[in-house]
Nanobody, 123 residues
Framework: QAQLVESGGGLVQAGGSLRLSCAASGRAFSNYAMGWFRQAPGKEREFVTAISWSGRTSYADSIKGRFTISRDNTKNTVYLQMNNLKPEDTAVYSC?????????????????WGQGTQVTVSS
């Protein structure tokens, strides 16, 4: 059974940094596109970033230059380094996986989802 488990969320002051991790198991996720989405209270889920199996990346405009996605296929893990965090980054961040890069990076959809981890940025 495919499983994605996020970790690394927490409370941080504006301007601070956090690193999220997503450990994948149950499938050959090294061949999958992996990504991060977020959902703030009262808002719809939004795409944050994605990385293909080969390392191609896509970022939402709101986080470009501040967030960096990376992956370690030997560990079946994807990371999200978040720097210069702002209060508007507060949300539940969920890891996602899909065999189709375009489906995730262009249509913002995915077949597999983690439970999410809370990120709260105080002003």
């Amino acid at each position: 059974q495919a499983q994605l488990v996020e970790s690394g969320g927490g409370l941080v002051q504006a301007g601070g940094s956090l690193r999220l991790s997503c450990a994948a198991s149950g499938r050959a996720f090294s061949n999958y596109a992996m990504g991060w989405f977020r959902q703030a209270p009262g808002k719809e889920r939004e795409f944050v970033t994605a990385i293909s199996w080969s390392g191609r990346t896509s970022y939402a405009d709101s986080i470009k230059g501040r967030f960096t996605i990376s992956r370690d296929n030997t560990k079946n893990t994807v990371y999200l380094q978040m720097n210069n965090l702002k209060p508007e980054d507060t949300a539940v961040y969920s890891c996602a996986a899909d065999q189709n890069w375009s489906r995730m990076a262009l249509k913002y959809e995915a077949n597999y989802w983690g439970q999410g981890t809370q990120v709260t940025v105080s002003s």
